[in-house]
């Protein structure tokens, strides 16, 4: 393949990952403009080459360099959206019995909450949020 092939082809890959977003075409991106590089300087020509350099390029790059990346850009899982949900007022769907899961409804959205206080909560009840679980709310009925 001529260098300006491999260009096109880094190219496309590049803005592959951009949908994408897995941090894998990144690197195979980078490798095929590495070898688009090599191939211009006429350091290799042999299509076979080129494809293998391709090859062991895109897997370095991928196993050394995808997973710091990964750590550096990643948010790491900020449960500062769920915890500023903690003392916030949610309205009961289903009856829950104590330690029962139904659903509740908070900020026009539906969500699966865990009663953990010791008395039924019943539909229209208000009930407040006192921490999460993953996704679950878990809630506590206020009176009446």
Do not use: H
């Amino acid at each position: 393949m001529e260098w300006w092939g491999w260009i096109i082809f880094g190219l496309v890959l590049l803005g592959a990952e951009l949908l994408v977003g897995t941090f894998y075409l990144l690197f195979v991106g980078l490798a095929a403009l590495v070898v688009a590089l090599i191939s211009g300087l006429g350091l290799v020509e042999s299509p076979a080459l080129q494809a293998l350099l391709f090859l062991f390029f895109a897997s370095v790059l991928v196993l050394v360099l995808r997973r710091p990346l990964l750590g550096r850009v990643r948010i790491q899982d900020d449960k500062r959206d769920l915890d500023s949900l903690v003392g916030e007022i949610a309205i009961a769907q289903d009856p829950l019995l104590p330690g029962a899961v139904g659903r509740v409804e908070m900020r026009g959205t539906g969500w699966s909450a865990k009663n953990v206080g010791p008395d039924l909560v019943t539909p229209g009840q208000r009930c407040r949020v006192e921490r999460t679980d993953g996704l679950m709310l878990l809630v506590r009925g206020e009176g009446g």
